[in-house]
């Protein structure tokens, strides 16, 4: 007998923990902004599961590069050389204008390398006495899973229960560079923010927030580390979310869309005096990070970015389905934000709850995911049509 949606639902309930509440759809297939669930049924994916399937699912020339990479060499670790490794990281130093890059696997290591490339920089360049070197961080902030980084959430989901946590870092309100001001002592070696705050629900900060605060972590020999796993790789309309600031943050950290929907795929970027104050060595690693299958996947992912002009894609995109949201005649709406294709729309408290409404749209098909009570997030893949927009809009309409 085949089994159910309910079937598949039932038994990840019994024997997987019960860290997840998610939207009860059961996927089954992916190609370009379209998923079809194990009982045959299509849905709009408004997700892009969190911002990793930016190409598309499936997208053939990824899917192609995998495929080959896959007959010839898959992993080597990092004890010996591999010939994808040095091509993809040429590429990718080169589109992100850095010198270095240094490759891991999920974005939450991207966010643990950037944190020890900034405390081991402040040691031997800043002259930070030892162990005293601080790190200034946002409210709300998402930079991942593990305890180093939950411990300086301010999300009590995150990190309640799960500590104690490492010490060294300092939280100010987001959007507030005159916080950031204040916040720098001596012993600051860096601020790390994203540029709009994805899972804190497309929260975009005051013009020229990123600006003012790199000018002020330069005045203070302070490094700037931009999280843009989420905002990077096209998602807001540009390469990187900074570029609308006109600045090139110290690191840069990315993830999510480098592995081009299929496999993760991390990095820091970074100009040589920090990467070679930082990593010696022996001093850092990963069994899989940079190994040959992952690189030739994130090589293929960028280039389909590149090739596809995938950036102005979301631009043009992101404004026109923003427009059409905006014009929906309800007044359930409090407010429709975000940037590229990165967008949000705001539920007025007496509206009732998002989850209410991403359950809706799922049964009329279209896949979303609410952030928090009154946040509904849509981020599809940058190759989404203005055809599908419609389809989509005329169902978000039809819930609202
Ligand atoms: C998703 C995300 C991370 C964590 O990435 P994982 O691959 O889930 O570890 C970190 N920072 C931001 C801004 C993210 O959106």
Request: charged letters at 25%.
């Amino acid at each position: 007998m085949t089994r159910t949606a309910q079937d598949f639902m039932d038994e990840v309930s019994k024997v997987s923990a019960h860290n997840y509440h998610p939207i009860p759809v059961v996927i089954a297939k992916g190609e370009g902004a379209w998923v079809t669930d194990v009982e045959g049924k299509k849905y709009i994916d408004m997700l892009s599961a969190y911002s990793a399937v930016n190409q598309g699912h499936r997208h053939p020339k990824i899917i192609a590069a995998a495929k080959r990479q896959m007959d010839v060499l898959t992993l080597t670790s990092r004890a010996f050389h591999n010939d994808q490794m040095g091509p993809f990281l040429a590429k990718f130093t080169k589109l992100a204008g850095y010198d270095k890059a240094l490759p891991m696997n999920t974005g939450a290591e991207g966010v643990e390398t950037a944190i020890k490339a900034a405390r081991r920089w402040g040691y031997k360049a800043k002259k930070v006495p030892d162990g005293k070197a601080e790190i200034i961080v946002c409210e709300n902030n998402f930079h991942g899973r593990t305890t180093t980084i939950v411990g300086f959430s301010t999300d009590p989901l995150s990190n309640g229960g799960f500590g104690p946590f490492t010490p060294g870092f300092k939280i100010i309100p987001y959007g507030d560079a005159k916080a950031l001001s204040a916040a720098i002592t001596p012993n600051t070696v860096a601020f790390l923010v994203e540029p709009i705050q994805g899972e804190a629900g497309v929260m975009v900060p005051p013009a020229g927030y990123l600006k003012q605060c790199y000018e002020i972590t330069k005045k203070n020999n302070v490094l700037l580390i931009a999280d843009e796993i989420q905002t990077g790789l096209g998602r807001t309309g540009r390469m990187f979310c900074h570029e609308y600031d006109g600045i090139k943050p110290d690191i840069v950290i990315v993830g999510k869309a480098l592995g081009g929907g299929l496999y993760p795929v991390s990095a820091i970027l970074a100009n040589d005096d920090i990467m070679n104050a930082a990593f010696e060595p022996g001093n850092h690693g990963s069994t899989f990070g940079g190994n040959p299958l992952a690189c030739a996947i994130a090589s293929a992912a960028l280039d389909v970015i590149v090739d596809e002009k995938l950036c102005d894609r979301s631009l043009e995109m992101g404004e026109y389905f923003m427009g059409r949201l905006r014009g929906i005649k309800t007044d359930k709406i409090k407010e429709v934000r975000g940037k590229g294709l990165l967008i949000a729309i705001e539920i007025k408290k007496e509206a009732g709850r998002a989850r209410q409404y991403t359950e809706s749209l799922m049964k009329e098909g279209v896949l979303a995911k609410e952030t928090h009570e009154t946040t509904i997030r849509f981020a599809p893949p940058l190759v989404i049509t203005k055809a599908d927009i419609d389809w989509a809009v005329e169902k978000i309409t039809t819930v609202l």
